[in-house]
């Protein structure tokens, strides 16, 4: 169990800027989520995955946010156009539900990724 | 909609002191309750938890437990230590639900020697 990795850690751009984050999940976790969190606050839901089709999306996720998970494997998060307003930390978490995994599985975090609009 | 309160910080102590963090919640049925912390410049790590009325979740010498009948998930630890200082984040997932969590704005604990 190595964790779940997010790159980069930290992302500096330019307003009008696109820019993209990976998560790599726990191995073998069929879960992916991402959380944005903003200074003071907790981490609000973005979107979440199962395996590599997308179940839900928040309201949060605007149209210029796009998230893919191929293969069910690694997720990307990307931002088109950034504004200022998306300054904040991206979390990753992962978990692994199912028939013999048990109910209620907690949700593993990565570090993030944080991002600062100039 | 689902909600979680959490008392507003800081919450500054000495060490050894007690600890008590207040977490609320506003959902219907029965959530399961969660206590996440994060260390500075970290991600969230799962502290405690509970799935249903009554549980008692425990680690670390912290512990909540679910009560249902004031909607609480009241953190404490009896003697707290330098290195517990971090942001402390109440969350809750919703019945029937297996996957968003719904997190309270977090406390900031620091603990001086």
């Not at chain 1, 599985?105 to 944080?114: A, S, V």
Request: proline share 4%; charged share 20%.
């Amino acid at each position: 169990d190595t964790g779940v990795s997010q790159d980069p850690r930290h992302k500096i751009t330019k307003r009008g800027q696109n820019v993209t984050f990976r998560c790599d999940p726990i191995s073998e976790h069929n879960r992916l989520y991402w959380y944005r969190q903003t200074l003071g606050q907790g981490p609000e839901f973005l979107t979440y995955f199962q395996n590599e089709a997308q179940l839900e999306k928040s309201r949060l996720l605007s149209d210029r946010f796009s998230a893919e998970r191929p293969k069910g494997s690694f997720s990307t998060l990307e931002i088109q156009r950034t504004e200022q307003g998306d300054s904040a930390m991206y979390l990753c978490a992962s978990s692994l539900e199912g028939i013999g995994s048990g109910a209620n599985q907690p949700q593993h975090f990565g570090d993030g990724t944080r991002l600062s609009i100039l | 909609g689902n909600s979680v309160t959490q008392m507003e910080g800081p919450v500054t102590l000495s060490e050894e002191a007690f600890l008590t963090i207040n977490c609320t919640y506003t959902a219907t049925g029965y959530p399961s309750l969660f206590w996440y912390v994060q260390y500075p410049g970290e991600g969230l790590q799962l502290l405690l938890k509970a799935t249903k009325a009554d549980d008692k979740g425990s680690n670390k010498g912290f512990e909540a437990t679910y009560r249902k009948e004031t909607t609480s998930f009241h953190l404490e630890k009896g003697s707290v230590q330098v290195s517990d200082s971090a942001v402390y984040f109440c969350a809750l997932r919703k019945p029937g639900s297996n996957y968003k969590l719904t997190f309270g704005k977090g406390t900031l604990l620091t603990v001086n020697p």
